[in-house]
């Protein structure tokens, strides 16, 4: 990933209560941003949102409007009642991506516990991971490989098949 396309930009949206009212720190946004410029990508946003489905909805909108690039969540796709991402997620995607999801589920044994989903929502993929620091970098690591090709197949970059 050497040039600057638009497909290789990347957004990190963090969702949690906690980390909204200054009560936790956002390691788990601050992980993935570094593991994604690390990656080649440029982060071009990080921001935070309360947990909940609305919440998580309203932010993928804004992220995502006019943004051709990857999406990242982080928290929230557990089983607490506030683990609303998912929800969230589902609401504003148009297509989804269950092969990205299972994948990253598979990563390790505690994944099987998440219940993030993956997606397509314009010109943007939509990943939630979970909000634990290993957890989101353990499972944007499972499917980093396939993500430059998902999304110049996303932008009709690559249409070689």
Known sequence: MSDSLP??????????DGVMHGTRDDK?????????????????EHRVTADGTDNVAAALIEMTDRFAGLVVSTG???FAPRDQTPEGTRSVIEREAPGLAEAMR?????????????????NAIIV???GSTKGCVEQLD????????????????????
């Open 128 to 130: 939630n991971t979970p």
């Open 7 to 16: 497909s290789q930009q990347a957004k990190v949206l963090t969702c949690s």
């Open 142 to 161: 499972a499917i980093l490989d396939v993500l430059p090709h998902a999304l110049r197949l996303l932008h009709d970059a690559d249409n070689s098949h």
């Open 106 to 122: 598979l990563c390790n044994p505690l994944g099987r516990l998440s219940r993030g989903l993956a997606g397509i929502r314009g």
């Open 76 to 78: 929230g796709t557990g």
């Open 28 to 44: 788990s946004g601050a992980a993935l941003v570094e593991h994604l410029t690390h990656a080649g990508f440029d982060v071009v």
